[in-house]
């Protein structure tokens, strides 16, 4: 969320716990489109 707001996007919804257990947050790119940012520390990764 701080990449994005440095490099020119709006926080609309700022980082927050969810009730899902991980957390969440939205921002508004420089052209307009808006992007949610989730985690969750159960989530498996691939690597």
Do not use: C, R
């Amino acid at each position: 969320m701080e990449q994005a707001k440095q490099a020119g996007a709006t926080i609309t919804d700022p980082a927050h716990d969810t009730f899902w257990g991980g957390y969440s947050g939205h921002f508004q790119d420089p052209d307009g489109h808006l992007w949610e940012v989730v985690w969750n520390p159960h989530w498996d990764t691939i690597e």
